[in-house]
């Protein structure tokens, strides 16, 4: 069972990039091809299209949080020793975690609402529900990898171990 847990900790948000990915680069191809081809489009593909970039931006979020990839401007940090650099990660992701439970808060409040009225898609005719857990549910995996992040910080501070800085883009 460990391995499995394991195996989701490091691919889940891979799976579903991936998945979502698929999802709307097929979709989108199916549509060209039917306005192209056959003149004719429907709204379902775009509502598709629309929804699979919003969850493949939300749990693209969360990965990069886990990878420490997001963009950042670090000369500064090149500069500080090892612990005064796990110190300012570890204020980072504290500060990110608050960010982060204010703005799960405020979007499962969104998603509550829509929950409450019944509002559906336009051209899917399925609950909105669906597609505006899209945001508590980034937020809430961004959660899960600032914890992990910090307590992997928190473990490299005591052992003295440099901090895990991520892929930098360029260098």
Do not use: C
Request: aromatic share 14%; hydrophobic share 55%.
């Amino acid at each position: 069972m460990s391995d499995f847990i394991k195996s989701l900790d490091r691919n889940a948000e891979r799976w579903a990039l991936l998945l979502f990915y698929v999802m709307l680069v097929v979709t989108m191809a199916v549509e060209v091809l039917r306005r192209e081809v056959f003149a004719f489009s429907s709204i379902w593909g775009e509502e598709i299209v629309r929804y699979s970039f919003i969850y493949l931006a939300w749990i693209g979020a969360a990965a990069a949080v886990k990878e420490r990839a997001h963009i950042r401007i670090d000369v500064v940090l090149h500069y500080l020793s090892p612990r005064l650099k796990a110190l300012l990660y570890i204020f980072g992701d504290l500060v990110m975690l608050g960010v982060a439970v204010v703005a799960i808060y405020y979007s499962f409040e969104t998603v509550m609402v829509s929950a409450k009225y019944g509002s559906v898609s336009h051209g899917l005719r399925v609950s909105m529900v669906w597609f505006l857990m899209a945001v508590p549910t980034g937020f809430a995996l961004m959660i899960v990898r600032l914890i992990q992040s910090f307590l992997r910080d928190l473990r490299d501070l005591r052992t003295g171990k440099t901090v895990f800085e991520g892929d930098k883009l360029f260098d």
